[in-house]
């Protein structure tokens, strides 16, 4: 501490001396010739080292994604941070085998539709023919049933392809809803 204050207090006294020594009042001449300097433009420049962080990223909200269905992914339809509008597909999944049992199912209500016109005729011929007293109660109630019978397959049918295509339905997943400006595709 001692060494400090001598040594600042005789550089305050140096430099008090060396302003009491001024000289003249008149402005020196230089007595030196001008150096040539040779001047370039300041440009930018890449710095050659480079910084490494270490972080974790976490995303503001989190979604839990789920669908009826298991299975693969076809395709994903966006990049991650990509504004995704209402009704966007955003993942489609494999549906080959939904596909195929709705080609069954239209196949099964086309067989059920050709069988209830025929039982439809043959109602129609035997009631005509049991009003001639030509059929038999017997005959008229087996072709009843077989109608009633072929009308439920119909329907069963329909219902059955009515099944697929609500399940097909889920094999693209779609932003549904426009949430509070949320430009993250997963804002449903």
Request: with cysteine; net charge positive.
């Amino acid at each position: 501490m001692i060494k400090l204050s001598i040594h600042f207090l005789l550089t305050l006294g140096f430099s008090f001396f060396l302003m009491a020594c001024g000289g003249e009042d008149q402005p020196r001449q230089n007595l030196q010739k001008p150096v040539p300097v040779r001047t370039i433009e300041a440009t930018l420049q890449p710095l050659s080292s480079q910084s490494t962080y270490s972080g974790t990223v976490e995303p503001i909200e989190r979604v839990r994604l789920s669908t009826k269905i298991m299975g693969w992914i076809e395709r994903i339809y966006f990049e991650e941070g990509e504004k995704v509008e209402k009704g966007v597909v955003l993942v489609k999944f494999r549906s080959q085998d939904l596909e195929a049992k709705r080609a069954q199912t239209e196949a099964a209500i086309s067989e059920a539709e050709a069988h209830f016109k025929n039982v439809r005729t043959n109602l129609q011929r035997i009631e005509s023919l049991f009003e001639k007293k030509a059929a038999t109660q017997k005959e008229l109630d087996d072709i009843r049933a077989a109608f009633a019978g072929a009308q439920a397959k119909k329907k069963t049918a329909q219902e059955m392809k009515k099944e697929v295509e609500e399940l097909l339905e889920y094999t693209a997943l779609t932003r549904l809803s426009k949430n509070r400006g949320c430009n993250w595709p997963f804002c449903f």
